[in-house]
């Protein structure tokens, strides 16, 4: 079982960034997925959620309205699409797959840096 995010950088306030998270070793399409965050010296944090099936997604207060979360499941893939952004996303953002209770994996995350 492997995810594997791509996509982060440095980008200036304002700016926009997609992030993707490349799953195998498991069936993506049944899982839900989710992106969190960890800034330095603060716990990780939810972003945002999209179920399998219909794909039907949630965001946390923070983010909504300026991210967005999709998924490929003939790709096997999660993105997320981060549009203005602020100094305080700033953040190691980590991808998650979950089904149930019974089986729960992680990514190593890709760093977003946003500052001028």
């Known amino acids: 079982v492997r995810l594997v995010e791509s996509g982060g950088g440095l980008v200036q306030p304002g700016g926009s960034l997609r992030i993707s998270c490349a799953a195998s070793?498991?069936?993506?399409?049944?899982?839900?997925m989710y992106w969190y965050r960890q800034a330095p010296g603060k716990e990780r944090e939810w972003v945002a959620t999209i179920i399998s099936g219909a794909g039907s997604t949630n965001y946390a207060a923070s983010v909504k309205g300026r991210f967005t979360i999709a998924r490929d499941n003939a790709k096997n893939t999660v993105y997320l699409q981060m549009n203005s952004l602020k100094p305080e996303d700033t953040a190691v953002y980590y991808c998650r797959a979950r089904l149930l209770s019974v089986n729960d994996y992680w990514g190593q995350g890709t760093q977003v840096t946003v500052s001028s």
């Open positions: 070793g498991f069936t993506f399409s049944s899982y839900v």
